[in-house]
């Protein structure tokens, strides 16, 4: 016999169910389910469950609130025999189940495919007492929006679909002066790399008329820079939503005007390594130093109107106004770019420092000068993802990791310094007299035992990266 099930579903915030309750002493528990869907003449989508140790099918019938269910427990080589039949992606997911205040909840945590979706549901013995309910303060933190009307949270949907539904929000965060979206968790991917486009674009602009005006500006440099690695960073971690002629132009062209500011800022570096070098050498050799020295800023002098060309050129103005005129098009992003940004973020951070562990893990048994150029890359590559992400990352959560990978960051850097400043030496070497040669041997001795020195401790800190993976895997559980 059919009976009516009365029930409201909440859509939350990925969240961390167990510290949730354990905050507020709510005693629970917990079963794990595992489920997928089949069609049947008593029913399109008829349900098998895996719950515990023990199996059901389910046949449910209407929608919204209100819907008929009929259940009946099944035996495993049933529920086995089934499963070749099933329609889309089998569903696994934790559920807590728990009292409060009266009122029995079940709160979802979905695993596998999707990841990071987490439901609250209530049952009602009746339709008055349901729609009179109000969720208790304890979630309204967590809270996204009701979803008990919207059928793509369904199960059977969620079965069905190859991507993460989007709940119809009631509010609109589209900022009115501006154009752009206030990033929020839900706001589907396109919106936000909209908005992170947008806002890169600007301040590439602003530092852009710095350098037209004063080139020497080292840190104006450093910080075009990084918008610019942003920028491309952003293409390259979200390239799965874009359309994949229109993404691989625009690659390939920001790498290409990128490439416009390496050498000055190798330059740079190199230049005011120089006399932290000095101080550790002897006046003797200290004479040759002064020639290298001399050479780097003849060869500054070069790149600085190199410079001031291309920050004048077209080029580079013609790609950001053309990346913020696209970005408003929705045929440059796929269909899955109307999934919300927070389940999508936590599977590419996810993948991110998979790809750090194994690019990582093999540096351990030889050094090897391109592998480690990788690695700081990737490396990089993630501290500007979680960068772009702030606005939906807890600040505690997140400057925690933002400091663990700023270290990490920092020591490949100056590892990559120093190849970059022994490659430099080697060139400038080539021309001097046998006595020079033999006096910046002595520099190239101390480099060498500043960048073996510079490799142990990150074999440390990246032993410390594989423990705190976690750190990196909870960023947007609250």
Sequence with gaps: MAELEIERKFLLLPCRAKKLLHFYQIPYKKVRLEQYYVSTPASPYTRYRKKGDTFYQTIKSGEGMVREEKEFEVSQEEYEAHRSEALGRVITKERYTFEYQGDTYEMDLFKGTLKGLCYLEIEFPNEKSAHAYRLPEIFEKFLVTEVTYDNAFNNAALSNSETFPTPQLKHTYLDEHKGVFRIIPFLPVADAIDTMIYQLTSEIKTYQTVLQGDPKDVEALHQFRIRMRKLRALLQEFERFFAPKWLKKHKKLLAKLMAHTNAK?????????????????????????????????????????????????????????????????????????????????????????????????????????????????????????????????????????????????????????????????????????????????????????????????????????????????KLLYL
């Design 265 to 473: 800022r190798d330059n740079d570096v190199a230049l005011s390594d120089i006399d932290i070098f000095a101080k550790k050498l002897s006046s003797k050799n200290t004479k040759s130093l002064d020639k290298l020295k001399h050479s780097l800023q003849k060869k500054e002098a070069k790149l600085e109107k190199k410079l001031i060309s291309f920050m004048e050129g077209e080029a580079l103005s013609a790609e950001l106004i053309a990346l913020c005129r696209d970005a408003e098009k929705q045929e440059i992003y796929q269909e899955s770019a109307r999934q919300p940004l927070i389940l999508v973020a936590i599977s590419i951070i996810n993948q991110s420092v998979q790809d750090i562990l194994k690019e990582g893990e093999p540096l351990k048994k030889g050094f090897n000068k391109k592998a480690y150029h990788k690695l700081r890359i990737e490396f990089k590559k993630l501290r500007y993802l979680l960068e772009l992400l702030s606005p939906i990352i807890p600040p505690d959560t997140l400057n925690n990791a933002l400091d663990h990978l700023k270290k990490i960051q920092t020591l490949l850097g100056e590892i990559n310094d120093l190849q970059v400043q022994k490659k430099e030496l080697k060139s400038f070497c080539k021309n001097c007299k046998d006595k020079k040669q033999k006096s910046l041997k002595v520099l190239k001795k101390k480099m060498q035992t500043r960048e073996e020195k510079k490799l142990a401790a990150f074999e440390k800190a990246f032993d410390s990266f594989k423990k705190e993976k976690s750190l990196y895997q």
